[in-house]
């Protein structure tokens, strides 16, 4: 990276010039900081994660010599994305040891992210579950191309690869996610249909209008973490599932809400956040649910993150 000394007050005579530059860093990484923290969240599914990465971000955009940069959006993305698969391999030794199913962290998303359909289809429950499935770097290059359109030779700036190399990773991870990904992006309007049903359904124990929305292979995945209590294993089959759900309409409230640019329901015990139910839809039926209990990940339910391409 060019430049790693910082010029501080008084140094050469340059204090005025010194206060500028970081004024200037500063305004540039405000920014772009909505677009510096999707990037890393999209690679790394957390945002406590893609918190940390823009920090560390932050403290080496500030030894960077401005005048040297010719780019400063794609220098910072350069820089998050190197930081962010850092990150990415350290996560994947903690995953290995996980107690039950790990979900991606839950975002309380404003309007604007659902009006962005490609953006919102990125960052959804589902789709980060299908990107988990690739390699770190597999995941970089599919979320700059695919998500930000970024050129093949910023890319390989990026993951530190030539961009002939880029161009085979991308070709690689766009048929390995498209094999894995819903047949098709839903609309929120389809989904806040089938999350309405599947609501009423369960508020008034309806338990055969509850399979009427369930696809009959559908599979819940639900994340404690180890802290809260939760099937440790995948719950296959609508039977199966409509009992999980039975137990929870029982003490919980469900009130729905935009979670990661998609309708979801935030589940309300005693009045207190106890978990978020997001899903996924395919020919008008659920076919996944993802529960996310794990307390360490709820904190960006109380209110909405920015996200931006």
């Known amino acids: 990276m060019a430049g790693t000394s910082q010029t501080t007050p008084g140094d050469h005579g340059e204090g005025r010039e010194g206060e500028d530059r970081v004024d200037s860093a500063t305004e540039a990484f405000v920014a772009h900081r909505n677009l510096l923290f999707t990037v890393a969240y999209e690679m790394l599914g957390s945002a406590a994660d893609a918190e940390d990465v823009l920090q560390e971000t932050w403290l080496r955009w500030t030894g960077v010599d401005l005048d040297a940069v010719r780019d400063q959006r794609a220098y910072l993305v350069r820089i998050v994305t190197r930081q962010a698969l850092s990150r990415l391999r350290t996560l994947g030794r903690r995953k ?31 789709m980060l579950l299908v990107m988990e499935t690739l390699q770190p770097t597999e995941r970089a290059v599919f979320v700059l191309r695919e998500v930000f359109d970024l050129d093949y030779d910023e890319i390989a700036e990026s993951v530190d690869k030539t961009p002939a190399a880029v161009r085979q990773i991308a070709h690689r991870a766009r048929a390995h996610v498209a094999a894995r990904r819903p047949r098709g992006v839903v609309s929120p309007a389809e989904t806040r249909d089938a999350l309405t049903a599947f609501q009423r359904a369960i508020e008034t124990g309806d ?40 137990r929870i309409a029982k003490v919980a409230s469900l009130l729905p809400a935009q979670v990661n640019g998609y309708p979801a329901l935030i589940v309300r015990i005693d009045g207190e956040i106890d978990g978020v139910l997001a899903m996924r839809i395919e020919d008008g039926l659920i076919t996944g649910l993802y529960a996310v209990r794990n307390p360490e990940k709820l904190s960006h339910l109380e209110q909405e993150t920015a996200l931006h391409r």
């Open 96 to 126: 290995e040891s996980y107690v039950g199913p790990w979900l991606p962290e839950p975002l309380l998303t404003a309007p604007d992210v659902a009006e962005d359909v490609e953006l919102a289809d990125s960052v959804s429950m589902a």
């Open 207 to 246: 338990l055969q209008r509850l399979l009427d929305v369930l696809a009959p292979e559908v599979v819940l995945l639900a994340d404690g973490g180890g802290i809260k209590r939760a099937a440790l294993e995948p719950v296959v089959g609508a039977d199966q599932v409509v009992q999980v759900m039975g």
